[in-house]
């Protein structure tokens, strides 16, 4: 892959920053997301920051709201604060499950900034449809892609993703109505490639959702388990 000879962002790293997004209906989330966090990616160069309602963490900088006014305020409170013009998004239950590429992802995030590209999406959930002229690493996401608009874990362009995101949505209304919103978006959107059918690919690998409809799902657990990560207050269900 033409990765090796994309140029890396060492100098730079006060351009980007790590949003985590949460709330404190998910706070028993949070302690297996920085463990695994610390322990899969220690070399992270960016700075964290964590947008929450109420609580804090201490791995990373807190941007709180202080009361739970919905996903996408949360989201804008942090980013309109946060110093950095790219960052690389994650849901609390995106949890890493072994080591990250740190190599790889400094260098997607060089060439996200080169190449003023809107999203760059680290790990192919959808992925491309058509090449990228930058790097044979990368696809393009098409414009009329109905999956253009996807959460899952990318580098934006914060003046995009605030562009996407409105005051009380869940990320569920931003990906529904991503498709409308994202025609008005003139930054390229690019994913990286799927590997094969049953290796994702892409420098971060994390299960991609390790809360669904507010059920902890079996693979999370088995993660837990396998890295010892301490179940003391984990439910099976999360309650509202």
């Known amino acids: 892959m033409l990765i090796d000879f994309l140029p890396d962002d060492l100098g730079q790293e006060d351009r980007t920053a790590v949003l985590v997004v949460s709330c ?11 463990t695994l966090f610390e322990r899969f990616w220690p070399d992270c160069p960016y700075e964290v920051h964590f947008a929450v309602d109420t609580g804090s963490h201490p791995r990373a900088i807190a941007h709180v709201t202080g009361t739970d006014i919905g996903w996408g305020s949360i ?9 950095a013009s790219r960052v690389i998004m994650f849901q609390e239950d ?8 740190t190599n790889k992802v400094r260098r997607f995030v060089r060439h ?6 809107g999203c760059l999406r680290l790990g192919p959930c959808p992925g491309p449809t058509a090449p ?6 990368l696809g393009t996401i098409e414009k009329h892609d109905p999956h253009k608009v996807s959460l899952q874990l990318a580098v934006w362009k914060k003046s995009v993703l605030e562009t996407l995101i409105k005051d009380g949505d ?7 109505q991503g498709p409308q919103r994202v025609l008005a978006v003139k930054e ?28 902890w799902q079996q693979d999370a657990f088995d993660l837990m388990a396998r890295e010892g990560i301490p179940m003391d207050g984990i439910t099976r269900v999360i309650p509202r």
């Open 75 to 83: 989201c804008l409170n942090a980013l309109r604060t946060i110093p």
């Open 170 to 176: 869940s990320p569920w209304q931003v990906e529904g």
């Open 24 to 34: 404190s209906r998910f706070k028993q989330v949070w302690g297996p997301f920085f």
């Open 188 to 215: 390229p959107f690019v994913s990286v490639w799927r590997e094969s059918e049953n290796v994702p690919g892409g420098p971060v690998p994390y299960i991609i959702t390790a809360v669904v409809h507010d059920v």
């Open 112 to 117: 996200a900034h080169d190449q003023d590209i």
């Open 132 to 137: 990228w002229h930058g790097t044979e690493s």
């Open 94 to 101: 995106f949890l890493i499950k072994s080591k990250v590429d």
